[in-house]
């Protein structure tokens, strides 16, 4: 149900366009669907497959500020035990993952005869072993599904914030470190900016990334501070100056996405909604489910391109129509993923069987 006192709609405007727009990206991007999209509808194909993939820079910004919310709502030091977070947070992703997974790999196996060449030849219990830890990347295994690098660095840049403000209630014993969380996190997002994020073998790892996690999280906190508008001002001049020195497409995405938040989250703080009223009950509807949306759609894919693959005499018509159906499909399916998968995976925790283990 609806909450409008629970929402932010211009999180959930950035969240709905940013999933549409990764399904939309690989729906031009695999199979005999792309083929046919690019056939019927070039340029557009064209453009979505080159820039549609940024759009996961969104999703990064808006983590960071949602975990920054959640983490450290006033700059504080982290105040929640660190295992449980990190407990927590594992089995949020990972499970609907695994389900997700489950449908792929099963997808795989129906349309094996008729599109191999995206089918896994040869697939083992390390290999499976790894995506459950969401390590594969780390440990060199090839992804089984699309997206799962993003699950993976997801987690790994939530440890690392959650780390980072560990620090700050560790490492100092000072009155001020209501800033030192804050300022621990803009010097790793900086180091990201200049050096980390200019070295794409590390694009596997949290450093690689934390500089949109973490403009996400400082323009939360910014938000908080009287002299904002300067914070905002040196923050977007620093990543000026890390663009000039490499120019980056999906870092000047995120920064202004970071920037647009702002200014969204400025607006709704005075009462001032940024965006129409009367659509805040659909960007909520559309954005609840876009982590499940993000997991399901491939296998869906996976099938309507077997179909497509198989029908006699096929046109680019007729992959531009099985392309919006996939797309509609997907969405569809995404709703009930949600609401009995991804949901309960928040309130699920297996060491409740094992009372002995937890701490009293």
Request: glycine fraction near 6%.
């Amino acid at each position: 149900m609806y909450n409008p006192a629970r929402r932010l709609p211009h999180i959930d405007a950035l969240k709905a366009l940013a999933a549409q727009v990764i399904v939309l990206h690989h729906l031009v991007s695999y199979g005999p669907i792309a083929r046919a999209a690019h056939a019927a509808l070039p340029m557009l194909a064209d453009l979505m497959h080159q820039y549609g993939r940024m759009a996961v820079q969104v999703f990064l910004v808006v983590g960071g500020y949602l975990s920054a919310r959640g983490l450290s709502p006033r700059g504080q030091a982290l105040q929640a035990a660190v295992p449980e977070l990190l407990w927590r947070r594992y089995l949020r992703l990972v499970l609907p993952f695994l389900a997700a997974l489950a449908l792929t790999l099963g997808a795989c196996g129906l349309i094996a005869s008729s599109w191999p060449e995206l089918v896994p030849a040869d697939i083992t219990p390390g290999q499976l072993f790894a995506h459950a830890l969401l390590l594969h990347d780390v440990l060199g295994y090839e992804a089984l599904t699309v997206g799962a690098w993003y699950v993976a660095i997801d987690l790994q840049l939530f440890a690392l914030l959650v780390g980072l403000l560990w620090l700050a209630r560790h490492g100092w014993r000072h009155p001020s470190r209501l800033v030192v969380g804050p300022l621990l996190v803009a010097g790793a997002a900086l180091a990201s900016a200049f050096v980390f994020n200019r070295q794409p073998g590390l694009d596997a790892f949290a450093p690689y990334f934390f500089v949109s996690y973490g403009l996400g999280a400082l323009v939360h906190w910014l938000g908080l501070w009287r002299h904002r508008r300067a914070g905002l001002v040196l923050l977007a001049a620093a990543i000026g100056a890390a663009l000039w020195l490499d120019w980056r497409d999906r870092l000047a995405l995120a920064l202004a996405t970071a920037l647009w938040l702002a200014w969204a989250g400025a607006r709704h703080a005075e009462a001032r909604a940024p965006l129409p009223a009367a659509w805040a009950p659909a960007l909520a509807r559309w954005a609840t489910p876009s982590y499940s949306l993000f997991l399901l759609h491939f296998p869906v894919l996976l099938l309507t391109n077997a179909l497509l693959a198989r029908l006699p005499g096929a046109t680019p018509a007729t992959g531009l129509a099985l392309l919006a159906a996939t797309w509609l499909l997907a969405n569809c399916l995404a709703l009930p993923f949600h609401r009995w998968v991804e949901l309960p995976a928040t309130r699920f925790d297996p060491l409740t069987w094992l009372p002995r283990l937890r701490p009293a």
